[in-house]
């Protein structure tokens, strides 16, 4: 079945930079797009960043564009989130996402970012 986890969050100060992972198995994980989400307290989840499956090209909010980096490794199965320059505002639950699975969209269980001094 698939299963995407997340690693990487943890606390960081302002200005500070964190590497989340996210590992796929269940599915192959080359010829599928991957994005990450954040639920911020109080709320809605957004959509952070996305890639592609073949080309490998992205897209970013607004909010983290120069900011932020998304990639992956096909041969480890694995997308990455590259989070430099971190604000307060960014404090949030970290989601991967496989929007267009086998059976549907798949996300992960989180992973907690905060930013803070």
């Known amino acids: 079945q698939v299963q995407l986890v997340e690693s990487g969050g943890g606390l960081v100060q302002p200005g500070g930079s964190l590497r989340l992972s996210c590992a796929a198995s269940?599915?192959?994980?080359?010829?599928?797009?991957m994005s990450w989400y954040r639920q911020a307290p109080g709320k809605e989840r957004e959509l952070v960043a996305f890639?592609?499956?073949?080309?490998?090209?992205?897209n970013y909010a607004d909010s983290v564009k120069g900011r932020f980096t998304i990639s992956r490794d096909n041969a480890k199965n694995t997308v990455y989130l590259q989070m430099n320059s971190l604000k307060p505002e960014d404090t949030a639950v970290y989601y991967c996402?496989?929007?267009?699975?086998?059976?549907?969209?798949?996300w992960g269980q989180g992973t907690q970012v905060t930013v803070s001094s």
């Open positions: 996402k496989l929007p267009w699975g086998p059976r549907g969209a798949y």
């Open positions: 269940g599915f192959i994980f080359s010829g599928y797009h």
């Open positions: 890639i592609s499956s073949a080309s490998g090209s992205t």
